[in-house]
T-cell receptor, first 111, second 113 residues
Framework: GQNIDQPTEMTATEGAIVQINCTYQ??????LFWYQQHAGEAPTFLSY????GLEEKGRFSSFLSRSKGYSYLLLKELQMKDSASYLC????????????FGDGTTLTVKP | NAGVTQTPKFRVLKTGQSMTLLCAQD?????MYWYRQDPGMGLRLIHY???????AKGEVPDGYNVSRLKKQNFLLGLESAAPSQTSVYFCASSSQNYNSPLHFGNGTRLTVT
C-alpha cells in the first residue's frame, strides 16, 4: 500500500514563495501528481513527476526524489487566488494505475 | 467538451434509504474511479474500473456497489445508507497512459440523517 504525508496547513504572504512538502512510502510507484482544490470545488491537475528532478510550469514547480520518497510543490509570486488545498498523490504501477492521496495541505495566502 | 459529469450535486437521505450516483465522461477514458472526501481525511478510493464490464474494490468499498455497463458511465450505489456515508463523493477518470492525470467531476455532497 501507500502512505503519504504532507503538512496540514501553511500560511504565506502575497508575492512570496512557499514550498509544500510530501513524503511517501510505496509498494509500487508510477509517478507523483500534485492537484489543487479550491474550497467546495473538484481537484484539478497541477503537475506530474516520474523521474527525479524539477518540473517547472509557470509559477508552479514540482520536485521528486524517488530514493528519498520525497516531493515538493513550489509556488512562486503567490497570489490570493492560490489559497486552496494542495493534494499530493502517488500512482501505483498496477494495470489500474490507482492513485493514493495525502490528506492535503491547506494554504492560506495573506495580503 | 463536458469532461466528467456527476449527478446529483446534492442529496439528503434518511438512514436505510438507497440511491445511485451517476458519473459520465466524454473523453473515451478506460479508467474510472469513485472517491469519497471527508474533512481532514483526504480522498479515499471506494471502487474503480479498468474498462467496460469490469469493477474492483478500492480502499473503502463496504456499503457501496458499482457498475460499468457502458464505457462512458460509472455508477455508485448505496443500498442502505448510513450516517457514516455522509461525505462528498468524487468521480474521476483517466486514460491508460501512466502520466495521465485524474479528471474529476464536480462532486456530490451527500448527507445521511
Amino acid at each position: 500500500g501507500q502512505n503519504i504525508d504532507q503538512p496540514t496547513e501553511m500560511t504565506a504572504t502575497e508575492g512570496a514563495i512557499v514550498q509544500i512538502n510530501c513524503t511517501y512510502q510505496t509498494s509500487g510507484f508510477n509517478g507523483l501528481f500534485w492537484y489543487q482544490q479550491h474550497a467546495g470545488e473538484a481537484p484539478t491537475f497541477l503537475s506530474y513527476n516520474v523521474l527525479d528532478g524539477l518540473e517547472e510550469k509557470g509559477r508552479f514547480s514540482s520536485f521528486l526524489s524517488r530514493s528519498k520518497g520525497y516531493s515538493y510543490l513550489l509556488l512562486k509570486e503567490l497570489q490570493m487566488k492560490d489559497s486552496a488545498s494542495y493534494l499530493c498523490a502517488v500512482r501505483d504501477n498496477t494495470n489500474a494505475g490507482k492513485s493514493t492521496f495525502g490528506d492535503g495541505t491547506t494554504l492560506t495566502v495573506k495580503p | 467538451n463536458a469532461g466528467v459529469t456527476q449527478t446529483p450535486k446534492f442529496r439528503v437521505l434518511k438512514t436505510g434509504q438507497s440511491m445511485t450516483l451517476l458519473c459520465a465522461q466524454d473523453m473515451n477514458h478506460e479508467y474510472m474511479y469513485w472517491y469519497r472526501q471527508d474533512p481532514g481525511m483526504g480522498l479515499r478510493l471506494i471502487h474503480y474500473s479498468v474498462g467496460e464490464g469490469t469493477t474492483a474494490k478500492g480502499e473503502v468499498p463496504d456499503g457501496y456497489n458499482v457498475s460499468r455497463l457502458k464505457k462512458q458511465n460509472f455508477l455508485l450505489g448505496l443500498e442502505s445508507a448510513a450516517p457514516s456515508q455522509t461525505s462528498v463523493y468524487f468521480c474521476a477518470s483517466s486514460s491508460q497512459n501512466y502520466n495521465s492525470p485524474l479528471h474529476f467531476g464536480n462532486g456530490t455532497r451527500l448527507t445521511v440523517t
